[in-house]
C-alpha cells in the first residue's frame, strides 16, 4: 500500500505539471483541492481526500478510475444547486469492531444560492423522541441505528434533512493538527487541569502537558482534550463552543495548506473516516465552494438560550429542548432558506397546532403531537401524555 501511494504521488506530480490536466490552471487547482479540504475539514477536522484515488479507498473497496492504463485524465467540474445539509459525526471508538459513542454532532449546511458555509452543533443530552425507540439522548440514535437513524431524527425532531454523513473517529483529529503544524488558541485558567487530566488519561503520563493558561500553541494531543472536556465552566455549552473555534481555525489554516500536502493529509486519514458522499458530488461541491470566495464560517448551537429545560430524568441529566422556539431559531439562522426544511413551509403555515393535521411539501398528510412533561415527575416515572399515534414529536415541559 505504502509502494502504490508514493507511486501515486509520483504520478500525480508528473500530471499537475501538464497544462491541460484540469480545465483551469495550475493556481486554480490549488484553491479546489484546498477548498475541497476545507469542507472535509468542516467534518471534525478530516481532509477524506482530494483526488478519486484516495475518496474512493475510503467510499468503496475498488481503486479509483483516477488514472487508467498510465493515461493522464481530466476532470469536469460542475456547479451544484441548492442547499446541502451534510451530518458531521464524531465518535470516539475504543477498537474497530465497537460502534464507538458519539461525542460530536455538526450539520454542516451550504447553501449554493446565499453562498454561505454554516455550523450547527446538536448537544448530545438533548431528550428526544427517536425513532422507533421513544424518549432518550440525542446520541444514542447513533449506538442504536448508526448514522442512518440519527439522520431520520433530525429529520423527525427539527425537520433538518439530512442525506449525507462523515463519520470521523477522533484520532484522525489528533494527526490531522499534528500535520498542520498545531493549532493557537486561548486556555482559560480553569480549563488548564481538566485539559491535562484528560490528555494523561487517553495518553499516559508522559504526554506534553500544558503548563498554564493563555493563548498558545496546543499539539494534536493537546488540541483533542481541548475539545473535549466538558466539566468546566460552562459544561457542554462551552464544550460545543470550543469544538466550533477549532473547526474555525483548521479551516483557516487549510486555506494556506500546499498542494502537495493534501495527499499526505488525505492518506492519513483513510482509516479514520467513513462517508456516504459519491466521489461525484463531493467534487463539485467542493468547485462549487470554491466559487464562493472566501466565505466565513458561521456557527450556533442547538438548543438554543432560553429554548431548553435543564432537567434530571431516570437519574440522567438532560436537555428538554422546546422543539417549536428551535425549529424557528434555525430557520432564521438558515437565512430564512426553507429548502434546508423539506416540510418546514407546511409545518409554519400550521403554526404548531399541536394535534392538527398538516400536509408536508410532499402531499403527505401527518399528525402533529405535543408530549408534555409534568415537572413534578421529571425525576420519577415520566408520565407523557401521548394523544395521539402520528410521525411527528414535539416535546416541552408542561406548565
Excluded: C
Excluded at 26 to 33: N, Q, Y
Amino acid at each position: 500500500m505504502i509502494l502504490n501511494f508514493l507511486l501515486f504521488n509520483l504520478k500525480f506530480y508528473e500530471i499537475i505539471k501538464s497544462s491541460d490536466f484540469f480545465l483551469f490552471e495550475v493556481v486554480k487547482l490549488k484553491r479546489v483541492l484546498v477548498v475541497f479540504s476545507i469542507i472535509i475539514m468542516i467534518m471534525v477536522g478530516v481532509t477524506l481526500g482530494s483526488f478519486y484515488y484516495m475518496h474512493n479507498k475510503i467510499y468503496m473497496p475498488s481503486p479509483s478510475e483516477f488514472l487508467k492504463s498510465g493515461q493522464e485524465s481530466k476532470l469536469n467540474f460542475s456547479e451544484e444547486k441548492g442547499v446541502f445539509n451534510i451530518l458531521l459525526i464524531g465518535v470516539d471508538r475504543r477498537d474497530e469492531k465497537d460502534i464507538g459513542r458519539t461525542d460530536s454532532i455538526i450539520l454542516a449546511n451550504i447553501n449554493t444560492s446565499s453562498k454561505t458555509v454554516k455550523l450547527i452543533s446538536f448537544m448530545r443530552d438533548l431528550y428526544v423522541p427517536i425513532p422507533g425507540y421513544g424518549l432518550n439522548r440525542i446520541n444514542t440514535a447513533y449506538s442504536l441505528g448508526g448514522p442512518e437513524l440519527l439522520m431520520k431524527t433530525l429529520y423527525q425532531d427539527f425537520n433538518v434533512d439530512v442525506k449525507y454523513y462523515v463519520l470521523v473517529d477522533f484520532r484522525a483529529f489528533q494527526d490531522i493538527v499534528d500535520k498542520l503544524g498545531g493549532i493557537e488558541v486561548e486556555v482559560k485558567d480553569y480549563e488548564v487541569n481538566e485539559i491535562n487530566k484528560y490528555i494523561i488519561e487517553v495518553n499516559g503520563a508522559n504526554s506534553t502537558l500544558i503548563k498554564g493558561p493563555g493563548y498558545q500553541k496546543l499539539n494534536g494531543q493537546q488540541a483533542l482534550s481541548y475539545s473535549r472536556i466538558r466539566k468546566v465552566g460552562n459544561g457542554d455549552f462551552e464544550r460545543t463552543e470550543r469544538q466550533r473555534r477549532v473547526l474555525t481555525i483548521l479551516i483557516n489554516k487549510l486555506r494556506n495548506v500546499s498542494i502537495f500536502k493534501i495527499p499526505d493529509l488525505a492518506a492519513t486519514m483513510l482509516n479514520y473516516v467513513k462517508t456516504n458522499i459519491p466521489t461525484t458530488n463531493l467534487l463539485n461541491l467542493a468547485y462549487t465552494v470554491y466559487k464562493f470566495g472566501n466565505t466565513p464560517v458561521e456557527t450556533i448551537r442547538i438548543p438554543a438560550d432560553g429554548m431548553f429545560e435543564d432537567v434530571r430524568v431516570n437519574g440522567m441529566a438532560v436537555l428538554v429542548p422546546d422543539l417549536e422556539k428551535n425549529v424557528v431559531y434555525l430557520e432564521k439562522f438558515l437565512s430564512m432558506q426553507g429548502a434546508a426544511f423539506s416540510n418546514l413551509p407546511a409545518y409554519m403555515a400550521n403554526n404548531f397546532h399541536f394535534n392538527d393535521v398538516a400536509i408536508d411539501n410532499r402531499g403527505k398528510r401527518r399528525n402533529i403531537i405535543k408530549i408534555e412533561i409534568p415537572k413534578e415527575n421529571l425525576d420519577d416515572d415520566l408520565n407523557l401524555i401521548n394523544t395521539k399515534k402520528n410521525n411527528k414529536k414535539i416535546i416541552v415541559p408542561s406548565e
